[in-house]
């Protein structure tokens, strides 16, 4: 069997990219709240492979083929591939540059670099006997470009009583009848279910894993991939009445973008992918279809397909569809870009559904970030700036407490680059720095430096100048730690503690070093900068 991602990445981690993608997103309309997630997720995951030192390849694009671009397109009185280019340009690209995103690429299906190397692989597959020609007949839903199960659908109520509904889109499937070219996925069941048994975490969360092998072991049917009653699409090379079907095309993104059969040199040092971040609604497409197309072709299998939850809102997924679509900016106007990017990784266990409400966002917006974490560096800057005219000053008093802050440090490091390096607990990564923040914030209260500081004595003076180093200095872990969270905001701590002029850039800063005490150097200018978190106004129309 060929070999996993995550073969690769233990066999050969000096030379293979860590590659990190996102699901390419349909362009039927602008990015939601939904999207948004997937994509913090993936650049909060690769930023933080970076620091450890790593090679890294984050991919992220749009999906521009298939039914529902052509009906969106034909509504709004403009062709397919004008209507692609104008949602790339004006919505996608620059909501990804707003966020922060630092995605390596972003892959369009409509490329040339792309088109030709789908056709490619279709080709090897026919030629190897994998692909045939037939007929096909079943429900269809648009929303999904999937043919649907009996099974799966849902009875219409209201004005769809009577009609089968797509359980995703809750809207009314299509009865579809017409010539295909068929890939012989239903021989594939027994590889896959090989292959899960000996890669258990290849699929993520249990639950998604549970799910899919259940699905597999049911029996699979061969997979139609391609379409002949419209033609926006990539066409079968062999007989181009028929274009292939969206999804297998979608899917090859993640070869093609990264060189398949055009840049071997950059294959081979990337390919597969390591984690490939999807929603749970294409789970299938993306644990059962995509390995089973490259076993076919003799390419290694990725190391792992983690499905995040969806983001609720009253109850109902978030979508355009289901008109529950919030813009991204309408949250990063009033609370920051970086609070945003920190607040859905922090309130929703990833791989899990998880509700938004604004007072939710509010709540922790102001006892986590503002009051725990801003009012701290706050606090640490303006007393060595009032105490020892922003001279960092040097530790020379330490003792049990000090310890236990250095102590925290190490844990939460260790804690975190576990946690989201390795688990994509992101969650679980975040708490364990704010709770590391907390206890520096305990340490003050505990130690009462703006007491300390009437004691006038050398001894006193000591004791002072040791708890303000050791918070600062805490402070500097935590910057290094919460960079690929809160880039913005980590760099102005960076700056305010004067560390850009003694230890260099933050981003340069490596996760596993982050728990070594006393790297911030004596002497260093310490100034008090803006208000990391401001105090939020009230939102306009909530």
Same mark, same amino acid.
């Given at each position: ?8 990445? +233990?066999?050969?981690?000096? @030379?293979?990219?860590?590659? @990190? ?46 039914? !529902? ?23 996608? !690209? ?21 088109? =030709? ?7 090897? *597959?026919?030629? $190897? ?18 043919? $649907? ?41 027994? /590889? ?76 081979? =040092? ?9 929603? /749970? ?5 993306? %644990? ?14 990725? +190391?792992?397909?983690?499905? &995040? ?10 979508? !355009? ?25 922090? %309130? ?61 440090? %190490? ?29 520096? &914030? ?8 703006? $007491?300390?500081? !009437? ?18 200095? %805490?402070?500097?872990?935590?910057? @290094?730690? #919460? ?9 102005? *701590? ?8 003694? #230890? ?39």
């Amino acid at each position: 069997m060929a070999a996993t991602g995550t073969e690769k990445q +233990g066999s050969s981690a000096d @030379v293979q990219a860590y590659y @990190v993608t996102t699901p390419i997103y349909y362009v039927n309309d602008a990015p939601h709240l939904g999207h948004a997630y997937t994509t913090v997720a993936g650049d909060v995951l690769t930023r933080w492979h970076r620091q450890r030192g790593e090679k890294v390849w984050y991919l992220t694009g749009t999906d521009e083929h298939g039914q !529902k671009i052509m009906r969106t397109a034909e509504a709004n009185g403009v062709t397919p591939q004008e209507w692609c280019d104008k949602l790339v340009e004006e919505a996608w !690209k620059p909501l990804w540059e707003h966020l922060g995103i630092a995605n390596d690429d972003f892959i369009r299906t409509t490329e040339k670099r792309h088109t =030709d190397r789908v056709q490619e692989f279709v080709q090897d *597959l026919y030629d $190897k006997g994998e692909i045939y020609k037939g007929g096909y007949e079943g429900p269809y839903c648009v929303g999904c470009e999937e043919y $649907k199960l009996p099974a799966d659908l849902i009875d219409g109520e209201g004005p769809y009583e009577g009609q089968k509904l797509c359980p995703i889109h809750k809207k009314p499937v299509e009865l579809l009848k017409e010539e295909n070219y068929f890939f012989k996925l239903s021989e594939y069941g027994p /590889k896959l279910l090989e292959f899960y048994e000996a890669n258990p975490g290849f699929i993520q969360p249990e639950s998604a894993r549970n799910e899919v092998v259940n699905f597999v072991r049911q029996g699979l049917q061969d997979l139609s991939i391609s379409r002949s009653t419209f033609d926006w699409g990539v066409k079968v090379p062999w007989d181009e009445k028929h274009v292939i079907y969206v999804w297998i095309d979608a899917l090859l993104n993640y070869a093609t973008a990264v060189g398949y059969n055009e840049n071997p040199a950059k294959f081979a =040092d990337t390919f597969p992918a390591n984690v490939h971040l999807v929603g /749970k609604d294409i789970l299938r497409f993306h %644990a059962i279809i995509w390995p089973a197309m490259l076993l076919a072709n003799d390419l290694p299998v990725p +190391g792992r397909v983690a499905a &995040n939850g969806w983001l609720m809102v009253g109850g109902e997924k978030m979508s !355009k569809s289901n008109l529950t679509g919030i813009k991204p900016q309408d949250l990063t106007s009033h609370f920051g870009v970086d609070a945003y990017r920190w607040y859905f990784l922090r %309130a929703i266990a990833f791989g899990q559904d998880g509700s938004f409400s604004w007072e939710d966002f509010t709540a922790r917006y102001t006892s986590e970030l503002a009051n725990d974490y801003g009012n701290l560096a706050s606090r640490v800057a303006a007393m060595v700036g009032k105490y020892f005219d922003g001279q960092l000053p040097e530790a020379t008093a330490s003792g049990s407490a000090e310890k236990a802050v250095q102590d925290g440090l %190490a844990t939460a490091v260790t804690t975190a680059d576990r946690l989201i390096g390795e688990e994509l607990d992101f969650q679980g990564g975040i708490l364990a720095v704010f709770d590391f923040v907390k206890q520096v &914030n305990g340490y003050l209260t505990e130690q009462e430096p703006w $007491k300390v500081a !009437k004691d006038t004595s050398p001894e006193g003076q000591a004791r002072l100048a040791t708890i303000l180093y050791t918070a600062a200095d %805490a402070l500097r872990g935590v910057a @290094v730690l #919460l960079n690929s969270v809160m880039p913005r905001t980590s760099q102005a *701590l960076w700056e305010s503690l004067g560390a850009e002029a003694s #230890l260099g850039a933050l981003p340069d800063q490596r996760v596993q070093d982050a728990g070594a005490w006393g790297l911030l150097p004596v002497g260093s200018t310490v100034t008090k900068g803006a208000v990391l978190f401001p105090r939020l106004e009230e939102p306009k129309n909530q």
